[in-house]
């Protein structure tokens, strides 16, 4: 097996800052045991940050991009952490996520930056791939009631589509409906720094 450069790690200062209050909400909400399955995990900081805060769990990151694979499988050499499996090119669009079976699916800052259509596939997926009590965790910027919730991310909102039309802030109401024609319960919503938000969904 060949060892991954350890120079194609790549760096995204948002997940630094957000790992930290990510994890005091996965802490709570994740099962004992079990794969969890991180949905486009990009750079790989978040696999590896929450894998060693979180050793009695297996990580299972994911992505579709080639180069987030490598440095998702250079950060996970680098941290010499057993309980991180390498990455899976993974499209939630697939008919097969080329897992099995896992105890619950993170997904963070995705929904935004993609196709309505990639959200409905996500959750369609997670529900049928995730048993009875198995946990949805979905990170990033919401509209509540048709509003963005503060100016920063209209802003955002407008730049993402001008970068794509298919992109945008989601309704959260939107994805908890989704999440609820999959299976899935709501727990409340969290309130996260920088007007983001953490939705937590568990499977019937």
Not at 19 to 35: D, K, S
Not at 48 to 70: G, K, M, N, T, Y
Not at 88 to 93: K, M, N, Q, T
Request: charged share 20%; glycine share 8%.
């Amino acid at each position: 097996m060949t060892t991954p450069d350890l120079n194609l790690r790549q760096h995204a200062p948002s997940a630094e800052r957000n790992r930290e209050p990510i994890l005091a909400v996965l802490e709570r909400v994740l099962p004992a045991t079990g794969t969890v399955l991180e949905i486009a995990s990009g750079t790989g900081q978040h696999a590896i940050h929450f894998a060693a805060a979180l050793p009695h769990l297996v990580w299972q990151p994911s992505d579709l991009d080639d180069e987030a694979r490598a440095s998702i499988a250079a950060w996970t050499a680098h941290s010499g952490l057993a309980n991180v499996r390498p990455p899976l090119a993974l499209d939630v669009r697939d008919a097969s996520w080329g897992i099995e079976a896992a105890a619950a699916i993170v997904c963070i800052n995705m929904i935004h930056i993609s196709p309505w259509a990639s959200a409905q596939a996500l959750i369609g997926g997670a529900g049928r791939l995730l048993g009875p009590g198995g946990v949805l965790f979905l990170y990033g910027p919401y509209r509540r009631g048709g509003a963005h919730t503060a100016p920063t991310n209209a802003a955002f909102d407008e730049q993402l589509q001008r970068r794509n039309p298919a992109w945008g802030v989601r309704d959260m109401e939107a994805v908890v409906a989704l999440a609820d024609a999959a299976g899935f319960d709501a727990d409340e919503p969290v309130e996260m720094p920088a007007n983001n938000f953490s939705l937590v969904f568990r499977k019937r």
